[in-house]
């Protein structure tokens, strides 16, 4: 038994997360490890939630997380040390496994490094090569020992590559199904909400160039709102995110917000404008009738509409129409449509057509029972135990 506890104290296991949701969805696979291997030595990069759970962190997701072609070249003497730094951490700890999780410009460069020096390389959260840069897919064959994957489709996809991926279940899925929210009834009460007002929730996103680029059109489009449907607005701000950057925007816009969780955003609204990204499917998950913006540099939409072959750029829309459908099941704004004026246009279809919130309503929830209710955490964390 000593021996035993000897050998798993000794065991060491690298992980790099470069974003917020990155940082979540290992804290919740690496809490599940810890459980069965509480000597575990966790380190590499992360954020809050991983640095709660003990990881020693070389660089935090705050500082890696960088959003579009243009900005990650500016950043690329910072990007290059941060490589170097954990490339030397790697050579001194000498980790038994790797944990890579999404953020595959950094991942996958650090997966054909550990697989040069006999490190097991599990993947979680593919990089998403069935919408662009299939390139990928090579070094994904070559580099990675374990793929697992939280859409269904992706195992097909990967399969007709010859590249086995398992699924692991929808780390999104499994984070809500953990949520203790009360009763609509009681946060309307608590508000003084009258019942038959609308409320409109508002995620303006999580990077800087995002609340920059479409926050502002959000507001001028809440503005007539308020007066058209005395309507009430939740807004939900990124907690990692320096709330300033949201304040500067809403400084003069004469809207009065009620302050909430992302997850109180989706649940108590009647409808929600979103910032494309994670939050569509969390959105998917509540069921909530959304409209998906998604506004960025002209240069960085130039090369991504180039490069993307996809006909909707929403996760809501691709888990519930599929990859190749040009249907979709929430409308997008994207660029140019992200104005007061088309977002109005969008928002007053909805909220005077019952019936067509309903139904859009209704789609989400049944797209939902395709995301699996497995834990990936628990999955994942399998997988890893099984390389200690």
């Excluded at 398992?166 to 609509?184: C, D, H, M, S, T």
């Excluded at 009258?194 to 059109?217: H, M, N, T, V, Y």
């Excluded at 400084?251 to 909430?260: H, N």
């Amino acid at each position: 038994m000593f021996q035993l506890k000897q050998h798993m104290r000794d065991k060491k296991l690298f992980v790099l997360a470069g974003e917020v949701s990155g940082d979540l969805h290992a804290s919740e696979v690496i809490d599940v490890v810890h459980a069965k291997c509480p000597a575990l030595k966790v380190f590499g990069t992360g954020g809050r939630r991983l640095r709660a759970l003990g990881a020693d962190l070389l660089y935090d997701v705050d500082s890696l997380s960088v959003m579009g072609f243009v900005e990650v070249i500016k950043q690329g003497l910072f990007l290059r040390k941060v490589m170097r730094d954990l490339k030397r951490s790697i050579a001194r700890e000498k980790p038994d496994v790797a944990l890579l999780v999404d953020y595959p410009g950094m991942n996958l460069i650090m997966a054909r490094h550990l697989h040069r020096l006999g490190i097991p390389v599990i993947y979680y959260i593919s990089p998403k090569v069935w919408a662009w840069k299939e390139g990928r897919i090579r070094k994904i064959r070559e580099y990675v020992d374990h793929l697992m994957v939280i859409f269904d489709f992706e195992v097909d996809f990967y399969k007709r590559h010859g590249i086995k991926a398992e699924f692991a279940g929808n780390p999104v899925v499994e984070e809500i199904g953990k949520l203790q929210l009360r009763p609509k009834r009681d946060f309307l009460r608590e508000h003084r909400i009258e019942g038959g007002r609308k409320i409109i929730g508002l995620l303006p996103g999580s990077r800087k160039q995002e609340i920059a680029f479409i926050f502002p059109e959000m507001l001028r489009a809440a503005r007539v709102l308020q007066k058209k449907y005395d309507a009430v607005f939740l807004l939900g701000k990124a907690p990692h995110v320096n709330h300033r950057l949201y304040d500067t925007c809403i400084e003069g816009a004469g809207i009065s917000f009620i302050d909430c969780s992302a997850y109180e955003v989706m649940k108590y609204s009647d409808l929600a404008l979103v910032t494309s990204g994670t939050a569509t499917l969390e959105a998917l998950c509540f069921g909530v009738p959304m409209i998906v913006l998604y506004k960025t540099g002209k240069l960085n939409y130039a090369i991504g509409k180039r490069l993307v072959r996809l006909h909707s750029i929403s996760l809501a829309n691709l888990v519930a129409k599929g990859l190749d459908a040009r249907e979709r099941a929430v409308p997008e704004l994207l660029q140019h449509e992200v104005a007061a004026d088309r977002i109005l246009q969008e928002v007053s279809r909805l909220l005077d057509d019952e019936k067509a919130a309903e139904n859009m309503r209704q789609e989400l929830l049944a797209a939902k029972t395709r995301l699996s209710s497995m834990l990936p955490s628990e999955t994942v964390a399998s997988v890893i135990c099984g390389y200690l």
